[in-house]
């Protein structure tokens, strides 16, 4: 393709690509005007968006209507790159970039921000580059359900949260770790999954030379084959992970556990808890007020992610996963025995019956294409592998062996040092004091635009985004009756009532 510069009738400069002119050849000022005179929004926004605008004219028109919003552009090429700067940003949709759309936008902009943009075509290279723009607009229309669907989920579970917070802080038997050193062992990381079946004789005949990582949903399959982790750990926000914890009730294991994760307070008063704070949310907010540092942990969106970052930050031996099949089993989805297997095998009846549910796990799910997709994006998979026999979706750069070959590389493994390397020691805190300050600052806090911005994202947005006054009286008392009973069920986990 090959761009031409030139000036138009009126005087301005106008463009054409090849033969085909992408703004007026006589007044592409005019033309301008005209396209934003015509533009009608359903929302504020806070972002717009315009789709291969050639040259820059719409910059000045959208801003002096939109004078607070982010205007920015998708290029189909690198023919009109000399005129970037004149935007607040840019994005590149050709070669590589078509795949890494969606990472590229989620860098820029937070949810909130995606699902306050608008997209706009511009007419002329929406036909120019129609099979690019076909596939853009696919595109954005994933990427915009992809934000909604996180807004949804954090609305959901970012009351959870900070429910989970007060319950954990209050009844937590608290202990801290010091100096963790795991280079005296390989580091297994266990999930469930119907792999993990292979690998329970290696782990109990290398049992010495392994730091055990039990995720939550393993814990009963270990329990039973009576193999004792070193560390167990869960980050769910959610009820069903209480389930999976209530074999720690006599474990002398401890239990790795971010604030934001469920625990059921008979666990939470006797297991040995090792709180974690994630660098962000509401939960980090909170302890940095109080002045309380606990171990840290990354956010991601899953826990078996977690686990492995856990495992890179403290040891430089090979890390093992076993049970992280993340795709869909022609029988059984968990090895085992399982707390939740079991759960829905007393509610089974003719209709829903174990026919019907394996049949449906034999499926990959939305979800499970979610984790698998986050670790092929990882980065630091040196010395990561995964132990699994069958044919199994790649995780990206983690390399896939067979149990046989985990039996070897753990059976040719000689300890270096005869030390410690995973103390804890108990940590005693003034809990009716600690308590005080931390309901405190949540009372003070949550009536704060920051802190309803993420206790209710999605009724955050659509307050920002609505045009209708009434619409906006209408969520803003929705969102002042959902804080008023937020603030009660936590004045009922500190005993203020």
């Known amino acids: 393709m090959k761009l031409t510069i030139l000036d138009s009738k009126s005087g301005e400069k106008t463009a054409k690509i090849d033969d085909i002119f992408i703004h007026s050849n006589y007044d592409p000022i005019k033309e301008t005007k005209k396209f934003c005179e015509n533009i009608q929004f359903s929302i504020n926004p806070k972002v717009i968006i315009v789709v291969e605008p050639g040259l820059s004219y719409l910059y000045s028109e959208l801003k002096n209507i939109f004078p607070n919003t982010k205007i920015g552009i998708i290029r189909f090429s690198n023919l009109f790159s000399d005129y970037n700067k004149d935007w607040d940003f840019f994005i590149n949709f050709f070669d590589r970039d078509i ?4 990472s590229n936008i989620t860098s820029l902009f937070s949810e909130e921000l995606i699902c306050s943009t608008v997209f706009l075509s511009w007419t002329a290279t929406k036909n120019i580059f129609k099979s690019l723009d ?28 900070l429910i989970n917070f007060c319950n954990n802080l209050k009844y937590g038997n608290f202990f801290k770790t010091e100096n963790i050193d795991l280079s005296n062992k390989e580091i297994a990381i266990v999930a469930s999954g119907p792999s993990l079946e292979n690998s329970i004789e290696i782990l109990r005949k290398y049992r010495n030379n392994l730091f055990i990582i039990c995720l939550s949903s393993a814990g009963s399959i270990l329990n039973y084959f009576k193999i004792e982790p070193d560390l167990y750990l869960s980050t769910d926000g959610g009820f069903w992970a209480g389930e999976h914890l209530k074999i720690l009730k006599d474990s002398p ?3 790795l556990l971010p604030f934001e994760g469920f625990c059921k307070k008979s666990i939470l008063k006797k297991c040995k808890i090792i709180p974690a704070v994630y660098n962000d949310g509401i939960s980090s ?11 840290e942990l990354k956010r991601n969106g899953t826990v078996s992610g977690t686990a492995l970052d856990f495992a890179i930050e403290n040891s430089k031996n090979h890390i093992y996963f076993l049970g992280l099949d993340l795709q869909g089993s022609p029988s059984f989805q968990h090895t085992k025995p399982n ?35 986050w670790f092929c994006n990882y980065k630091n998979t040196k010395d990561v592998y995964r132990v699994i026999d069958s044919k199994n979706e790649s995780l990206g ?46 009372k003070n806090n949550i009536t704060s635009s920051e802190w309803q911005c993420m206790l209710f994202p999605l009724d955050f947005v659509s307050l920002n985004n609505t045009k209708s006054q009434e619409q906006k009286e209408h969520l803003s008392k929705k969102i002042e009756e959902k804080t008023k009973n937020l603030e009660n069920k936590i004045r009922k986990i500190f005993d203020y009532e």
């Open 253 to 255: 294991t401890p239990l």
């Open 339 to 373: 707390v939740l297997e079991n759960n829905n095998l007393a509610k089974e009846n003719k209709i829903n019956n174990l026919e019907t549910r394996q049949r449906k796990s034999q499926f990959n799910s939305s979800v499970l294409k979610i984790y698998r997709d």
């Open 285 to 295: 907010k909170i302890l940095k007020e109080l002045k309380l540092n606990f171990l």
């Open 134 to 161: 076909e596939i853009l607009w696919q595109k954005i229309k994933q990427t915009v359900e992809s934000a909604r669907t996180i807004l949804i989920t954090r609305q959901y579970f970012e009351k959870k949260w």
């Open 397 to 442: 750069k983690i390399k896939d062996i067979k149990s046989y070959e985990f039996e070897n590389s753990l059976k040719n493994f000689i300890q270096h040092t005869e030390t410690d390397f995973f103390n804890i020691q108990k940590v005693e805190l003034q809990k009716e004091l600690i308590c005080k300050k931390a309901f405190d600052i949540i």
């Open 99 to 102: 795949e890494n759309f969606e």
